[in-house]
Nanobody, 121 residues
Framework: QVRLVESGGGLVQPGGSLRLSCAAS????????MGWYRQAPGKQRELVAT???????DYKDSVKGRFTISRDNARNTIHLQMNSLTPEDTAVYYC???????????????WGQGTQVTVSS
């Protein structure tokens, strides 16, 4: 069974920084694109940043220049460094990954349980 476990959320003042981490564990043959999504109260879940297995990245326009996604393939882990945070970044942040559990299996899409990020003074 595959699990994605996020960590690093919390409360931070506007202009501050947080670093989120997501570790994949369990039955894993290979991992493709991984990413971070977020969902604010009353809003739909939205893409924040993605990173391929070859470490190509893509970002939501509003976080470009402030957020950086990175990946450690040896540890099946991704990170999201968030700087210059604003109240508009407040949301539950979810890790997402496309994982092939076995060499003969299909690629499945997995989600973490989410971690709360609150930006407030």
């Amino acid at each position: 069974q595959v699990r994605l476990v996020e960590s690093g959320g919390g409360l931070v003042q506007p202009g501050g920084s947080l670093r989120l981490s997501c570790a994949a564990s369990g039955r894993i043959f290979s991992i493709g694109t991984m990413g971070w999504y977020r969902q604010a109260p009353g809003k739909q879940r939205e893409l924040v940043a993605t990173i391929t297995s070859g470490t190509s990245t893509d970002y939501k326009d509003s976080v470009k220049g402030r957020f950086t996604i990175s990946r450690d393939n040896a540890r099946n882990t991704i990170h999201l460094q968030m700087n210059s945070l604003t109240p508009e970044d407040t949301a539950v942040y979810y890790c997402n990954a496309f994982i092939r559990p076995d060499s003969g299996s299909y690629v499945n899409n997995y989600w973490g349980q989410g971690t709360q990020v609150t930006v407030s003074s």
